[in-house]
């Protein structure tokens, strides 16, 4: 999945301790009996979806979950027992795949449904969680009549067997308590329209799991935070416990050299040295993940803070040195070196976005290191 390369010294470096320790500190948040599903969509938020699993697995969770079909397939090469959900839509050519394979999938609409029953009766049926809409506005049965509807045909279906419900919060990362408590009610009283209740419950995403324990029902579905990255400020500082993060980018001086006063750097020369200036190359640009609008953003080398100088091309970019440094010399983008830290909130705030998007744009080329 991620590129394996001995030449390369740009790596995401993978903490897998710290991931084992965010699932074990949420698990000990939450009442004894809330499963903890693992949420290791996007190749585990860019971390790796084999390797988090493993960690998360390791550390008590006790179920995996994906936004695609296709994730669920890769993911199940590797884990070949485990339960996986697969938490967004799933076309119905997918549905006896996912019985052969014990993936269980989510269904929301009655026509998907129906045309599942109208095929020939598969040999294992296919468990699904039902989602419910509860103000996300994306997937999900919204009305109790169109959730009855919904329920007389899986009660009818030979093919779809009920194992799950589940409601997605939109504003649990806010300051503002009333949405996600409104949306839990609701929630509640769709569950209490099931006939049985199905065995797995659950609503909270990271903010709710770590801000409203009360909401844990049967599990949990733990993505972000999972990682160590908080959801929103607001969430960072009513954080529980601390989380660890769990990637580090570093790379290594790839070329150093002294320039004279008014030199250009980088395409476009916007850059232009204001003084005598030690210029170092980096092995790393935006077809890796560092975006062009992160001119500016600053490194971390021998401990300190320095910028990135120049447009960032494509392989590479510029940082302005305060002195002479070896090539070789480790720098870091992301994570700490000596008393300084970058964190992908930085990033994140930088570029007018959320960490949870920076966390998947490091792209394949970055070889993920695990240790
Ligand atoms: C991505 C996702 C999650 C995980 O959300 P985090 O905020 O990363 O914890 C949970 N549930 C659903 C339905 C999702 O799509």
């Known amino acids: 999945m991620f590129n ?4 390369r010294p740009t790596k995401a470096i993978i903490d897998t301790t710290a991931i084992k320790h965010n699932a074990q500190h949420v698990r000990t948040h939450l009442p004894k009996e809330t499963q903890l599903i693992a949420v290791v969509k996007a190749e585990g938020y860019g971390h790796g979806a084999v390797q988090t699993a493993f960690a998360a697995l390791d550390a008590g969770a006790s179920v995996l979950a994906v936004a695609t079909p296709d994730e669920a ?52 049926k296919c468990k699904v969680h039902v989602k419910i809409d509860t103000g996300m506005g994306r997937i999900g049965v919204r009305t109790e009549s169109e959730l009855s509807h919904l329920l007389g045909l ?3 279906s030979d093919n779809l067997s009920i194992d799950g419900v589940f409601t997605h919060f939109s504003r649990a990362d806010e300051e503002n308590v009333e949405p996600t408590r409104a949306q839990f009610q609701q929630f ?4 209490a329209c099931f006939p049985e209740k199905p065995r797995l419950v659950h609503a909270s995403n990271s903010a709710a799991t770590l801000l409203y324990p009360e909401y844990a029902l049967d599990a949990v579905r733990l993505g972000v935070s999972l990682y160590g ?6 969430v960072a500082k009513k954080l529980p416990f601390e989380l660890e993060k769990a990637m580090m980018i570093e790379t290594e001086l790839a070329y150093v050299k002294k320039l004279p006063a008014g030199e250009r750097i980088s395409y476009g020369g916007t850059y232009e040295t204001s003084e005598e200036e030690w210029i170092g190359t980096l092995p790393i640009g935006y077809a890796d ?7 500016g953003q600053e490194v971390l080398v021998g401990g300190n803070r320095v910028p990135i100088v120049g447009t960032i091309c494509m392989d590479q970019c510029m940082i302005k040195l305060p002195c002479d440094y070896p090539e070789g010399e480790k720098v870091v983008l992301i994570g700490k070196q000596g008393d300084e830290e970058i964190t992908i909130e930085e990033w994140a705030e930088r570029l007018g976005t959320i960490p949870y998007e920076i966390s998947v744009t490091f792209s394949e080329r970055i070889p993920r290191v695990y240790k």
Request: glycine residues 4%; charged residues 20%.
């Open 4 to 7: 394996k390369t001995d030449y």
């Open 73 to 124: 397939i890769a993911l199940r090469k590797s884990h070949p027992v485990v339960d996986i959900l697969v938490m967004g839509p799933s076309p119905v050519s997918f549905a006896k795949v996912a019985a052969e394979q014990g993936i269980t999938v989510t269904v929301t609409s009655a026509t998907w449904v129906e045309q599942i029953n109208a095929q020939k009766r598969f040999d294992r």
């Open 154 to 156: 899986l009660d009818q």
């Open 188 to 191: 509640m009283q769709m569950v």
């Open 229 to 234: 990255i908080a959801p929103s400020a607001v």
């Open 289 to 295: 993940g560092l975006k062009r609008s992160l001119i």
